[in-house]
């Protein structure tokens, strides 16, 4: 595609209930990211895949997030029983080198938790 | 610990100033910086890209700089104009694969 593509752009759920938000990369992008933004805060790293590598998972704030890439492409992350704390937008960005590529971010997807 | 520090967190000037945004990094050792340019209720925009073995990069307007010796980065937007009014964010890959962001500087440019 044209640039990355996340859907929805809104999400509103009830506390308790689990969340998919997608994210569909540039065509021909191995490295893909998903970064949270909570209300007046910074970019906070969640998680990030590169090709078929085993995926850095080290910013998942909690067992309760998880995400995977399929194909190489397509990626979803899930939040399990979702908390208030959860509210953010989530924004994925995909780049087409390791290391030393430009990253292209997506529209984002707002979350609010109630 | 890794971390991005930039200054001022907020800015506002008259249309037509010469501006700079400061960028601040622990650790000399980088891959590459990048701006973004974030308009509210939207995604992250791309401005400038400047490898480690890079000085500066310079797209229209916009001209950002990189010193990793003294672990800073300015980005210069001459002419300021209204349409420039966003939050500027500085992003750094240290030798890992994941950017890490400052907080910003939200930019307010009134004619």
């Known amino acids: 595609g044209a640039g990355v593509s996340q859907s929805p752009s809104n999400k509103v759920t009830e506390k308790g209930k689990d969340v998919e938000l997608r994210c569909d990369p540039i065509?021909?992008?191995?490295?893909l990211y998903w970064y949270r933004q909570s209300l007046g805060q910074g970019l906070e790293f969640l998680i990030y895949?590169?090709?078929?590598?085993?995926?850095?998972k080290s910013g998942l704030p909690s067992d309760r997030f998880s995400a995977e890439r399929t194909g190489g492409s397509v990626s979803t992350l899930t939040i399990q029983r979702t908390q208030q704390e959860d509210s953010a937008v989530y924004l994925c960005?995909?780049?087409?080198?390791?290391?030393?590529?430009?990253?292209?971010f997506g529209e984002g997807s707002r979350l609010t938790v109630l | 610990k890794q971390e991005v520090t930039q200054i001022p967190a907020a800015l506002s000037v008259p249309e037509g100033e010469n501006l700079v945004l400061n960028c601040s990094f622990t650790?000399?050792?980088?891959?590459?910086l990048q701006w973004f340019r974030q308009d509210p209720g939207k995604g992250l925009t791309s401005l400038l890209l400047?490898?480690?073995?890079?000085r500066e990069q310079t797209s229209g307007r916009l001209n950002a700089s990189l010193d990793k010796s003294s672990g800073r980065s300015t980005l210069y937007i001459a002419a300021s104009q209204p349409g420039d009014s966003a939050t500027y964010l500085c992003?750094?890959?240290?030798?890992?694969?994941?950017?890490?962001f400052g907080t910003g500087t939200r930019l307010q440019v009134f004619p």
């Open positions: 960005a995909s780049s087409l080198k390791r290391g030393t590529g430009e990253l292209f």
């Open positions: 065509s021909g992008h191995t490295a």
């Open positions: 895949f590169q090709g078929n590598s085993a995926p850095d």
């Open positions: 650790d000399s050792a980088i891959y590459n």
């Open positions: 400047i490898q480690s073995s890079q």
């Open positions: 992003a750094v890959r240290f030798n890992t694969d994941k950017l890490i």
